[in-house]
Each structure stands twice: as C-alpha cells, then as structure tokens.
C-alpha cells in the first residue's frame, strides 16, 4: 500500500508540473478551448499507459544497457521540442483560422514518443515503483493505470487553465505575449533534459 501511494504521489507530481504536453495542452486550451483539446488529453493518457508497458516490456533495461539509444531519443525529442517552441510562437501572429486543428487522439499519443519528460516518467515510475509482492505484467499494468490515472487530471486543469486564459487574448498583442511565454517554457523544458 505504502508503494501504491508513493507512486500516486510521483505520478501526481510528474504529471502536474510544467513539461513540454502540459504546456502544448494549456496552449491548446487558449486557442481551441477546453472541448476542442479533450482528445489531447485522451491521447496523453493512453500513451503514458502504453509507454510505461513498454517500460516494463523491455524497454528501460535496453535504454540503460544502450547508453547512446538515450541520448538518441534526448537529441531527437529536444529537436521536435525546438519545433514545436517554433509552432507555439507563430501562434501568436496568426488567426485562429490560420492555426492547424488541435491535436487528436493518436497525434497526442505519437507526440508522447518524442516528449523526453514523458519518457523519464514512464522509465522512472516502472523502475523504481514496480510492487515486488506482484509478477511483473500485472505489476506493471498496475504503474501503467497509476500514472494514467493521475494523467487525466493534470492535463484536464492545464487545458482549462489555457482556455480560461484565452478570455484574456482579445488582442493580437497579448497573443503575441502569451505565444512567446509558452514557447520560451517549452524551450526551457530541454534545458531539463539534459541535466
């Protein structure tokens, strides 16, 4: 039990603070709305599930015998990051009507495999919270629907916190001003990475 509530705690944290898919979602949120993001949400949860499986598949023993696999998956996810910090800025310069749709399901999910927080989460949750007392598949599933359960919420408040804030964009200024924060903290993201 004790184990349990450790990893709702870690996953409540990891999944809350600022990463590069929460502020995608609060981005989301103020240019699409709340509704309009939901499937983001949806995506963030099911890959986290199937990236913390894959974790307890095989896949954290591989990235810790392979270092270079590591660093790898740090240089690709920082160069789709600065892509995206790239996106979020013009954001700012365009019409809504401009903006490609919001992210659904599996493009949520996908952008999951490139996210660098997402992957420390999932390696680090089925590597250090993963019940001894169960066998490993069960144990797993067990990490996979902790951490999803936390996931929901935490990207649920950061897309209501983006579409509340969007009553506050009524000028192409303050979009302006909005898109280069939100860029500038999905760059300082990468700096997190790398630590």
Same mark, same amino acid.
């Given at each position: 039990?004790?184990?349990?509530? $450790?990893?709702?705690?870690?996953?409540?944290?990891?999944?809350?603070? !600022? *990463?590069?898919?929460? @502020?995608?979602?609060?981005?989301?949120g103020?240019?699409?709305?709340?509704?309009?993001?939901?499937?983001?949400? @949806?995506?963030?949860?099911?890959?986290?599930?199937?990236?913390?499986?894959?974790a307890? &598949?095989? @896949?954290?023993?591989?990235?810790?015998?392979?270092?270079?696999?590591?660093?790898?998956?740090? =240089?690709? *996810?920082?160069?789709?990051?600065?892509?995206?910090?790239?996106?979020?800025?013009?954001?700012?310069?365009?019409?809504?009507?401009?903006? $490609?749709?919001?992210?659904?399901v !599996?493009?949520?999910?996908?952008?999951? =495999?490139?996210?660098?927080?997402?992957? @420390?989460?999932?390696?680090? &949750?089925?590597?250090?919270?993963?019940?001894?007392?169960?066998?490993?598949? !069960?144990?797993t599933?067990?990490?996979?629907?902790?951490?999803?359960?936390?996931?929901?919420?935490?990207?649920?408040?950061?897309?209501?916190?983006?579409?509340?804030?969007?009553?506050?964009?009524?000028?192409?200024?303050?979009?302006r001003?909005?898109?280069? =924060?939100?860029?500038?903290?999905?760059? &300082?993201?990468?700096?997190?990475?790398?630590?």
């Amino acid at each position: 039990m004790a184990q349990l509530l $450790a990893l709702l705690g870690f996953s409540f944290v990891s999944s809350f603070t !600022p *990463g590069p898919n929460n @502020i995608l979602l609060w981005a989301s949120g103020a240019t699409f709305g709340f509704r309009r993001t939901v499937p983001h949400v @949806i995506g963030t949860a099911l890959a986290i599930g199937a990236m913390a499986l894959a974790a307890g &598949a095989g @896949i954290a023993a591989l990235v810790a015998s392979v270092p270079v696999l590591g660093v790898a998956m740090r =240089v690709a *996810g920082s160069a789709y990051l600065l892509w995206l910090a790239w996106r979020i800025l013009r954001l700012g310069t365009l019409h809504q009507a401009d903006v $490609a749709r919001p992210l659904s399901v !599996p493009g949520a999910m996908a952008f999951q =495999v490139v996210n660098p927080k997402a992957w @420390i989460f999932a390696l680090g &949750a089925v590597t250090t919270f993963l019940p001894p007392e169960l066998p490993a598949v !069960p144990g797993t599933v067990l990490v996979a629907l902790a951490m999803m359960s936390m996931i929901v919420p935490a990207a649920c408040a950061w897309a209501a916190a983006g579409g509340a804030m969007a009553r506050l964009l009524d000028g192409p200024r303050r979009r302006r001003v909005v898109s280069a =924060v939100l860029a500038a903290m999905v760059v &300082a993201t990468i700096m997190l990475v790398w630590i």
